[in-house]
């Protein structure tokens, strides 16, 4: 009885956290398209910061990650392919993955382990600060203020990362081609963009703004809902990033389902 | 001031309503009541403390009052409006006209203090940056903060941290400002500094003031009139002499820092025990 009454509760509280995740993006759309109209836009300097904050801070990290993702794909990708005397097929398949997978997932990750975790303790430690009251109090909604920049600057930063990432992915894993197969750059750029086609970047690029809006989401949710002081914050900021990933693999998962299929 | 000044004062006044009226408020969270049918009213013009211990529903209530918390029954009007009845935009005008000091002053640590004590203006006025500016300076001022503008709020103490917000919560000329515990975790001569600065602003600038607080010495060395919580009920108001002579036992207890006794009761205190209750 008792574990029934547990699962139940958490069943119940997970819908109260999805359901209050809708209501906040339900919130940041309202300000970010109906603000400019009645006085109270989002704040275009706080977007900007977030934006640095989220995006360019990330690009060393980014890049590190990307360049390792593709070197990996080109080494599997080869050692597979080989197996079939088929190696020369290797940019094509490096590609699709890339562009379609990897790129988003990896970018994903990253940034909700950077900048999901840093929104839950931010509006944690606001609200134990009486911050977002003091935001109330004079008039500012806490979600116009602080939570649609961030909303904002991650639709535009993840899917820039991401490109970015397919960039420089793509660049380690021809570099390991080149020097595999005895090839010229120029010939593994030709076989990518023989295999790839518009639709597999806007693929890439529309899951990446979907994994950038869970994160914004998770911990936003996250946040607002941390009780019992510094030990709570530190509880969830990590559920902020576990929910976070986990809502990035599992969304992918369905994207790639319903797209494909 | 005594009470008959007091009452001059507030008839001499054209529109000398009151500018809080409480009645009938009741406050849970979840099931568990917090104020139990609170009535009160403020005087314009006046200081009024707001005291009890802790658990006694006074930060609760100035929740209420504030609007951060909607009541579960009862009527709340500011300024002679009912908070429960007014439009987003109307509340937003509202806004404009109260100032609210947190205790810990809640000035937001990205910005730096001056920046802080924009942020109204920026959000109710059409002013100019210039402008903003020079106000904030001018509150800085007035609240012996002159020249900390350019500091970030963890570059502060807390009693300039309490009197920044101050500064924040005055910006805009508020008619009622409130005041959330102002001398909690302050050393005796800071905590005293401020509740001059607190008699001051209503005597500069025309406000009335709600100060919520658990200290005895504060709420007399400041209050016109005051109002005693305990357990969620008030159990008087009035002059700080009134409640001085009163004869109440809670409140004598309260006054002279002696714990109240439980009241006992032998059948519930026996379920408590036994896990029964």
């Known amino acids: 009885m008792r574990a029934l009454e547990a699962i139940g509760r958490r069943t119940v509280g997970g819908f109260d956290q999805i359901g209050l995740g809708a209501v906040l993006l339900a919130e940041s759309a309202f300000w970010i398209f109906a603000g400019p109209r009645r006085r109270q836009p989002v704040r275009v300097s706080a977007t900007v910061s977030q934006m640095v904050e989220t995006g360019l801070l990330a690009l060393p990290i980014a890049t590190i990650l990307s360049a390792t993702i593709g070197l990996m794909l080109a080494i599997q990708g080869h050692y597979t392919l080989s197996l079939f005397g088929a190696e020369s097929f290797a940019p094509f398949g490096i590609a699709l993955s890339v562009v379609r997978e990897f790129s988003p997932l990896i970018i994903g990750i990253l940034v909700a382990g950077r900048s999901g975790s840093a929104l839950a303790a931010r509006l944690g430690t606001m609200e134990a600060n009486q911050e977002i009251d003091a935001l109330r109090v004079i008039g500012v909604s806490p979600v116009r203020y602080l939570l649609a920049p961030a909303l904002l600057a991650m639709l535009v930063m993840v899917p820039a990362l991401t490109m970015w990432a397919n960039l420089v992915a793509l660049l380690s894993a021809g570099a390991y081609t080149t020097a595999q197969l005895d090839t010229s750059m120029a010939a593994f750029a030709a076989d990518v963009m023989d295999a790839l086609v518009v639709g597999d970047l806007t693929h890439g690029l529309i899951k990446s703004a979907l994994f950038a809006l869970l994160v914004v989401l998770i911990g936003a949710v996250n946040g607002t809902m941390i009780r019992g002081g510094a030990e709570g914050i530190g509880r969830s900021t990590t559920q902020a990033v576990v929910q976070g990933i986990a809502a990035i693999v599992i969304a992918d998962m369905i994207f790639a389902f319903l797209t494909t299929h | ?277």
């Open chain 2, 1 to 277: 001031m005594t009470a008959q000044a007091e009452s001059t004062r507030a008839t001499s006044n054209p529109e000398a309503g009151p500018v809080i009226e409480i009645h009938g408020l009741n406050a849970f969270y979840g099931t568990r009541q917090i104020l139990f049918d609170v009535d009160l009213t403020v005087r314009r013009g006046e200081i009024m403390v707001i005291m009890g211990g802790s658990g006694s529903g006074k930060s609760t209530l100035l929740r209420h009052l504030v609007g951060l918390n909607t009541p579960t029954s009862g009527v709340i009007r500011l300024l002679g409006q009912d908070i429960a009845a007014l439009g987003a935009l109307e509340m937003q005008d509202l806004r404009r006209r109260i100032g609210v000091a947190f205790q810990g002053g809640a000035l937001f640590s990205s910005m730096s203090v001056a920046e802080n004590i924009m942020l109204p203006l920026q959000e109710h006025t059409r002013l100019d940056r210039k402008t903003m500016e020079i106000m904030a300076r001018m509150k800085l001022e007035v609240v012996d903060l002159p020249g900390f503008g350019d500091l970030m709020p963890s570059e502060l103490s807390g009693g300039m941290l309490k009197r920044a917000a101050v500064a924040r919560a005055i910006v805009t000329d508020p008619q009622l400002l409130f005041f959330d515990e102002p001398s909690a975790g302050l050393d005796p001569a800071v905590s005293a500094a401020l509740d001059d600065l607190i008699r001051q602003l209503r005597d500069a600038m025309d406000m009335s003031v709600v100060v919520v607080t658990h200290e005895l010495e504060s709420a007399f060395g400041i209050a016109d009139r005051i109002t005693v919580l305990d357990l969620g009920r008030i159990l008087m108001t009035g002059t700080t002499e009134e409640i001085r002579g009163c004869d109440n036992e809670r409140i004598q207890n309260l006054l002279n820092r002696r714990p109240s006794a439980a009241q006992v009761d032998a059948d519930a205190y026996l379920k408590r025990l036994t896990g029964a209750a």
